[in-house]
C-alpha cells in the first residue's frame, strides 16, 4: 500500500486571530504526514502576512488566493482539491474547528491502513463542539453511533440520511477515488453543500462509507451557517427533496429534531 497522506483545507477570510489554535494543534499530531492549504477569499494585510509567515515557518502549510471562478466557502473547498494528490485523503476544516487530540490524526490514517482493501469512498470520525471564547465544549456530532469502526453500504448511507442523520463534514475524511470529480460540491448551496453532497453520493451503488467512533475535530460553534439560518434551512429542504422526492419533509423534520435533542 502507497504512502498515505492527510491533506486539511482551510477558507479563511480575516480569521487569523483563530488559525493559531488550528495550527498548534497539527503540529502536535503523533502523525506527521500531513499538509495545511489554506484558501484565502480576499483578506486583509495582516491576515495574508500570518499566512505568509507561517508557510515560511512550516513546509507542510501554504496558502493561495481563492479564483474568481470558485464562489464562497465551498468553492474555496473545491479549488482546494486541486491541489491534492493522488494519495492524499482530504479534510475541509473552518479556521476555528482544530484537532481534538494528538492522535486525531493517527486514528484517521491507521483505520485508513485497516480498511483500505474495502475501498471506502469516505472515512466519517465524530467531532465535538466548542466556543472559541470560553474553550468550553458542548455537544457530540456524530453520524452513526457505533462502538467499533463500521463499514456500510449506499443503501444503508441513504437509509440514514433519510430518518434524519447527517456526517459531520469536518469529521469527514474523502478519499482520492471520492475527489476524482474535482468539484465534489455544489457551489449554488452556499451553506448546505455538505449534505447535497451527502444525499447525491448515497445514490452510488459503489459508495462505501468507513465510520470511526472517534472524536477526531473540535469543530467552532461560530461557523457561517449558524448566522444564515433561514437560508440554510431551505437549502437543506432543497437538497432533501432532489433526493427523496415528496418523502422529503420527513427526513428534514427528522435532521432538526435530531439537533435539538441533542441540546438537552
Known amino acids: 500500500m502507497k504512502e498515505i497522506n492527510l491533506l486539511i483545507i482551510v477558507p479563511t477570510l480575516n480569521s487569523y486571530k483563530l488559525l493559531n489554535e488550528l495550527i498548534k494543534s497539527l503540529k502536535k499530531q503523533t502523525f506527521k504526514n500531513w499538509k495545511l492549504l489554506f484558501i484565502d477569499g480576499g483578506s486583509n494585510f495582516k491576515h495574508i502576512e500570518f499566512l505568509k509567515e507561517n508557510s515560511n515557518k512550516d513546509e507542510r502549510i501554504s496558502w493561495v488566493k481563492q479564483k474568481k471562478e470558485y464562489k464562497g466557502i465551498y468553492g474555496a473547498m473545491n479549488q482546494g482539491i486541486l491541489y491534492s494528490k493522488k494519495n492524499d485523503w482530504?479534510?475541509?476544516?473552518?479556521?476555528?474547528?482544530?484537532?481534538?487530540?494528538?492522535?486525531?490524526?493517527?486514528?484517521?490514517?491507521?483505520?485508513i491502513k485497516k480498511k483500505n482493501k474495502l475501498r471506502p469512498y469516505l472515512l466519517v470520525s465524530n467531532g465535538r463542539y466548542f466556543n472559541n471564547d470560553t474553550f468550553i465544549t458542548s455537544r457530540d456530532s456524530f453520524f452513526l453511533n457505533n462502538k467499533i469502526t463500521k463499514i456500510i453500504n449506499n443503501k444503508y448511507f441513504a437509509f440514514l440520511l433519510f430518518v434524519g442523520y447527517s456526517p459531520p463534514h469536518q469529521g469527514t475524511i474523502f478519499s482520492p477515488e471520492a475527489l476524482l470529480d474535482k468539484r465534489i460540491f455544489d457551489e449554488n448551496y452556499d451553506i448546505a453543500a455538505d449534505i447535497k453532497y451527502f444525499l447525491r453520493l448515497s445514490s452510488k451503488k459503489e459508495a462505501k462509507i468507513c465510520c470511526l467512533n472517534k472524536i477526531t475535530v473540535?469543530?467552532?460553534?461560530?461557523?457561517?451557517?449558524?448566522?444564515?439560518?433561514?437560508?440554510?434551512i431551505k437549502q437543506v429542504l432543497k437538497a432533501y427533496y432532489l433526493r427523496f422526492g415528496f418523502l422529503s419533509l420527513i427526513p428534514f423534520l427528522l435532521r432538526y429534531f435530531r439537533k435539538l435533542m441533542t441540546l438537552f
Request: proline share 0%.
Open 90 to 111: 482530504v479534510l475541509f476544516w473552518g479556521s476555528d474547528d482544530k484537532a481534538a487530540s494528538k492522535n486525531s490524526l493517527h486514528w484517521i490514517c491507521e483505520t
Open 218 to 232: 473540535l469543530i467552532g460553534n461560530g461557523g457561517f451557517s449558524s448566522i444564515y439560518t433561514k437560508r440554510k
